[in-house]
Nanobody, 124 residues
Framework: QVQLVDSGGGLVQPGGSLRLSCAAS????????MEWHRQAPGKQREFVAA???????NYADSVKGRFTISRDNAKNTVYLQMNSLKPEDTAVYYC??????????????????WGQGTQVTVSS
């Protein structure tokens, strides 16, 4: 099984910065896509950013130019650097990772895992 642990959330004033981290552990063979999503109170979960295995990135329009996603393949970790934060960025942020890993029966299977979420609150 693959586990994700995301961290780095907190309370920050408008215009401030935070850096989220998400580390994947388990018998991982290869990670393909690493993403961040977020869910604000009363709203559906939405896509924020993604980074592929070739480091190609994709962002939601609402965060372009302010957020930067990156990954450390050696550590199976994805980061989200969030700058110029706005109150509307307040949400629980979840990492989402897809790839291939050894299962309990030692066969190689694809996996699709979500982190437990980390709260980001932007308020003065």
């Amino acid at each position: 099984q693959v586990q994700l642990v995301d961290s780095g959330g907190g309370l920050v004033q408008p215009g401030g910065s935070l850096r989220l981290s998400c580390a994947a552990s388990g018998r991982i063979v290869r990670i393909t896509v690493m993403e961040w999503h977020r869910q604000a109170p009363g709203k559906q979960r939405e896509f924020v950013a993604a980074v592929a295995s070739n480091s190609r990135t994709n962002y939601a329009d609402s965060v372009k130019g302010r957020f930067t996603i990156s990954r450390d393949n050696a550590k199976n970790t994805v980061y989200l650097q969030m700058n110029s934060l706005k109150p509307e960025d307040t949400a629980v942020y979840y990492c989402h990772v897809q790839g291939v890993a050894f299962s309990v029966d030692t066969t190689v299977r694809s996996f699709d895992a979500w982190g437990q979420g980390t709260q980001v609150t932007v308020s003065s």
